[in-house]
């Protein structure tokens, strides 16, 4: 049965066709003759703040060199791009906390997505204010359109959810629920998504107000690739067939089905024999919730990177109907634009799909493009750049003091770099913390889906207990990871081992490493630390650098944000 999407784009053939073009980003941007603006007059009205998040978008330097996206290009020709941005947390709901708080998990305490998995929360907005209510205490309208994902908003059940996220900080939301990501979500509702930002855009032209307005928008796609079914028979050897949402063919319908001829990367045939033992672990698991898939099948890993490929070209038809519709308007002249992403994909580097308990570039380095106005544009920063740095960064571009209005950011604003009055990043090194306990489970799961499985065919229901029944306490699954720009280290330990470790026999005792030097191995394919002791100097060099960012940004990191008892989550 073929499969077709109920709205495609127009033209979307014909952008594609440059799909294959590309000298690469850095040799197209070119400083512009914008002068250094002077700090924000109060007397005369803010710019507005339109946020544009992808999800499952990784940077533009880590995709095949001959994918070519136009809209996007042409965007960061007239923006500041940070190459080296990065989230602060894996994946999903986690980092989208950072995005949006300025805060670490640890005070978010979203280590999970809301509603999935026992233990599970919501953001608390009376204890890690939003974006949006920072700018609405400076006087900023405010909305939020898309992908939410940070609290149970459906568990309300109101038929209309325009004014569920006031309490958020966002004055205006969606009618329809909160949509997660499902099958074929990007290629059908991402359009709806750009109409509903459209209409609230063009009722604040209506008004003519004095007061600026901040918008997030969040597009699906290209999050559409978590569901492709890439040899045709993930569906039907799933555990549990249809949890969360369906294994699926491509849509058969351009660029969907068009195979674009990119390769598999160079890091393809890691065998992970050297690294963490949470890569392997997710691996196990993620073929009983997304059926069999040979990790070494290297047809079934290119249509999965082809597909990444068409997910972006469909997303990059979206963007730019949006470009288009500011500059029609006259709004990209009167707003901050911000392009970015929650978290990468794999797409086949290190034989890994998805994205999961890893800290490699494709993982985690993710587009950041600012656009200002009266800011550079067309400048490459290889400074250092987190999520954490996002919100207050996103104050300082408006002129405001990050600290004056939370006192608690741990983050560092770059406006300075964005308006030309620095070449520097303020930021040293970045903090990645992974607390999921959804991954890297493979043995309890395959417990539980099978039992659920049963029950679904008229078996009788069995109980199953949080944490005991869902995580693997004897597995190293939790991370901490830094990255200084040239080295990037990572620790990871089992969930019930919460610990900073200062000393040799309990960094190697209690902790499996990663070390990479990614000047000299920038496919992140020799781990240093696989062999610690051939690197001992620089693995106790990089972890009390580690030490210090966990003890400067999070404070003290004993598992205190994990659900329950904290007993259960630090070792005696």
Same mark, same amino acid.
């Given at each position: 049965?073929?499969?077709?999407?109920?709205?495609?784009?127009?033209?979307?053939?014909?952008?594609?066709?440059?799909?294959?073009?590309?000298?690469?980003?850095?040799?197209?941007?070119?400083?512009?003759?914008?002068?250094?603006?002077?700090?924000?007059?109060?007397?005369?009205?803010?710019?507005?703040?339109?946020?544009?998040?992808?999800?499952?978008?990784?940077?533009?330097?880590?995709?095949?060199?001959?994918?070519? !996206?136009?809209?996007?290009?042409?965007?960061?020709?007239?923006?500041?791009?940070?190459?080296?941005?990065?989230?602060?947390?894996?994946?999903?709901?986690?980092?989208?906390?950072?995005?949006?708080?300025?805060?670490?998990?640890?005070?978010?305490?979203?280590?999970?997505?809301?509603?999935?998995?026992?233990?599970?929360?919501?953001?608390?907005?009376?204890?890690?204010?939003?974006?949006?209510?920072?700018?609405?205490?400076?006087? *900023?309208?405010?909305?939020?359109?898309?992908?939410?994902?940070?609290?149970?908003?459906?568990?309300?059940?109101?038929?209309?959810?325009?004014?569920?996220?006031?309490?958020?900080?966002?004055?205006?939301?969606?009618?329809?629920?909160?949509?997660?990501?499902?099958?074929?979500?990007?290629?059908?509702?991402?359009?709806?998504?750009?109409?509903?930002?459209?209409?609230?855009?063009?009722?604040?032209?209506?008004?003519?107000?004095?007061?600026?307005?901040?918008?997030?928008?969040?597009?699906?796609?290209?999050?559409?690739?978590?569901?492709?079914?890439?040899?045709?028979?993930?569906?039907?050897?799933?555990?549990?067939?249809?949890?969360?949402?369906?294994?699926?063919?491509?849509?058969?319908?351009?660029?969907?089905?068009?195979?674009?001829?990119?390769?598999?990367?160079?890091?393809?045939?890691?065998?992970?024999?050297?690294?963490?033992?949470?890569?392997?672990?997710?691996?196990?698991?993620?073929?009983?919730?997304?059926?069999?898939?040979?990790?070494?099948?290297?047809?079934?890993?290119?249509?999965?990177?082809?597909?990444?490929?068409?997910? !972006?070209?469909?997303?990059?038809?979206?963007?730019?109907?949006?470009?288009?519709?500011?500059?029609?308007?006259?709004?990209?002249?009167?707003?901050?634009?911000?392009?970015?992403?929650?978290?990468?994909?794999?797409?086949?580097?290190?034989?890994?799909?998805?994205?999961?308990?890893?800290?490699?570039?494709?993982?985690?380095?993710?587009?950041?493009?600012?656009?200002?106005?009266?800011?550079?544009?067309?400048?490459?920063?290889?400074?250092?750049?987190?999520?954490?740095?996002?919100?207050?960064?996103?104050?300082?571009?408006?002129?405001?003091?990050?600290?004056?209005?939370?006192?608690?950011?741990?983050? *560092?604003?770059?406006?300075?770099?964005?308006?030309?009055?620095?070449?520097?990043?303020?930021?040293?090194?970045?903090?990645?913390?992974?607390?999921?306990?959804?991954?890297?489970?493979?043995? !309890?799961?395959?417990?539980?889906?099978?039992?659920?499985?049963?029950?679904?065919?008229?078996?009788?229901?069995?109980?199953?207990?949080?944490?005991?029944?869902?995580?693997?306490?004897?597995?190293?699954?939790?991370?901490?990871?830094?990255?200084?720009?040239?080295?990037?280290?990572?620790?990871?330990?089992?969930?019930?081992?919460?610990?900073?470790?200062?000393?040799?026999?309990?960094?190697?005792?209690?902790?499996?490493?990663?070390?990479?030097?990614?000047?000299?191995?920038?496919?992140?394919?020799?781990?240093?630390?696989?062999?610690?002791?051939?690197?001992?100097?620089?693995?106790?060099?990089?972890?009390?650098?580690?030490?210090?960012?966990?003890?400067?940004?999070?404070?003290?990191?004993?598992?205190?944000?994990?659900?329950?008892?904290?007993?259960?989550?630090?070792?005696?």
């Amino acid at each position: 049965m073929k499969i077709t999407r109920r709205d495609i784009s127009k033209g979307l053939a014909a952008a594609a066709s440059t799909a294959l073009m590309s000298p690469s980003l850095a040799n197209s941007l070119k400083p512009s003759n914008h002068k250094k603006p002077s700090r924000h007059n109060k007397n005369t009205k803010r710019k507005n703040v339109l946020i544009i998040v992808t999800d499952q978008e990784r940077a533009r330097l880590t995709l095949p060199e001959n994918l070519t !996206l136009p809209a996007r290009r042409r965007f960061d020709d007239n923006a500041v791009v940070f190459e080296q941005y990065h989230i602060a947390s894996l994946s999903c709901a986690p980092s989208r906390s950072v995005i949006y708080t300025g805060q670490h998990v640890q005070k978010t305490r979203l280590f999970n997505n809301p509603g999935y998995g026992d233990g599970a929360v919501d953001l608390n907005p009376s204890k890690t204010p939003t974006l949006g209510q920072l700018f609405k205490d400076i006087g *900023y309208k405010t909305a939020y359109k898309g992908k939410w994902h940070l609290s149970s908003v459906n568990a309300l059940k109101r038929k209309d959810n325009s004014q569920s996220l006031q309490p958020f900080g966002f004055d205006e939301w969606q009618k329809g629920k909160d949509t997660g990501g499902l099958v074929y979500q990007g290629a059908n509702e991402d359009s709806d998504i750009l109409a509903d930002a459209q209409d609230y855009m063009n009722r604040q032209l209506q008004h003519d107000g004095t007061d600026p307005w901040l918008l997030a928008i969040n597009f699906h796609n290209p999050h559409d690739v978590m569901w492709l079914d890439a040899n045709g028979r993930q569906a039907a050897t799933r555990l549990r067939p249809g949890l969360v949402s369906d294994m699926a063919p491509a849509i058969d319908q351009y660029p969907y089905n068009h195979d674009f001829g990119f390769g598999l990367p160079t890091s393809f045939g890691d065998d992970l024999s050297t690294k963490p033992e949470a890569q392997q672990l997710f691996l196990d698991q993620a073929q009983y919730f997304y059926g069999q898939l040979d990790p070494s099948d290297e047809q079934a890993h290119r249509r999965v990177l082809n597909y990444y490929a068409a997910c !972006l070209l469909d997303s990059d038809k979206t963007i730019d109907s949006l470009l288009r519709y500011l500059e029609e308007t006259g709004l990209a002249d009167d707003t901050i634009v911000v392009m970015t992403s929650d978290h990468g994909e794999m797409a086949g580097s290190h034989g890994i799909r998805h994205k999961g308990p890893f800290m490699y570039k494709e993982n985690i380095n993710v587009p950041l493009s600012i656009r200002h106005p009266e800011g550079l544009a067309g400048i490459a920063s290889k400074g250092l750049f987190s999520a954490l740095d996002l919100t207050p960064t996103l104050l300082g571009l408006v002129g405001e003091n990050p600290l004056k209005h939370n006192p608690d950011f741990k983050g *560092y604003d770059h406006s300075d770099v964005i308006f030309g009055r620095s070449n520097n990043s303020p930021r040293q090194a970045l903090l990645v913390n992974f607390s999921n306990t959804t991954q890297g489970n493979p043995r !309890l799961d395959k417990i539980r889906m099978s039992a659920k499985r049963a029950e679904d065919q008229g078996a009788p229901a069995r109980q199953f207990h949080f944490p005991e029944n869902f995580i693997q306490f004897d597995s190293r699954t939790l991370g901490r990871g830094i990255f200084d720009g040239r080295y990037k280290f990572s620790r990871w330990f089992t969930p019930g081992d919460h610990h900073l470790p200062e000393t040799w026999s309990v960094l190697v005792g209690r902790n499996d490493l990663e070390l990479y030097d990614v000047s000299n191995d920038p496919d992140e394919l020799n781990n240093l630390a696989h062999h610690p002791e051939q690197n001992s100097t620089m693995i106790m060099a990089m972890n009390a650098k580690l030490n210090q960012l966990v003890t400067q940004e999070v404070g003290i990191d004993l598992g205190a944000h994990m659900p329950g008892d904290p007993a259960t989550w630090t070792a005696t």
